[in-house]
């Protein structure tokens, strides 16, 4: 199980502030992508009805939390740091 720290950065008097504030495990950050990637799936894999419209690509924009969990970025000051793109079978 690999872990990289989650930084926290900010500005204090001029100059640049790192502070660590906890840790990524990557096989649990790893679990949530999949989790994500198999709950969007079969949207991309279904046939729309006769007529009706196919959804080709979906962009989903993330962050990583300060506990090392994936968020989906709703409002606030949390910038994504992960962008996923989900495309249709055979059109990427």
Do not use: C, H
């Not at 001029?14 to 502070?19: A, I, N, Y």
């Amino acid at each position: 199980m690999a872990t990289y720290g989650v930084a926290e950065i900010t500005q204090a008097e001029g100059k640049m502030v790192v502070e660590q504030r906890g840790d990524v495990d990557l096989d649990a950050l790893s679990e949530q992508l999949m989790d994500i990637r198999n709950a969007i799936s079969p949207i991309l894999t279904e046939e729309p009805e006769p007529g009706g419209l196919a959804l080709q690509s979906l962009v989903i924009s993330l962050t990583v939390g300060v506990d090392g969990k994936i968020w989906f970025v709703v409002s606030g000051s949390a910038e994504a740091s992960i962008t996923l793109t989900f495309s249709r079978p055979g059109t990427s």
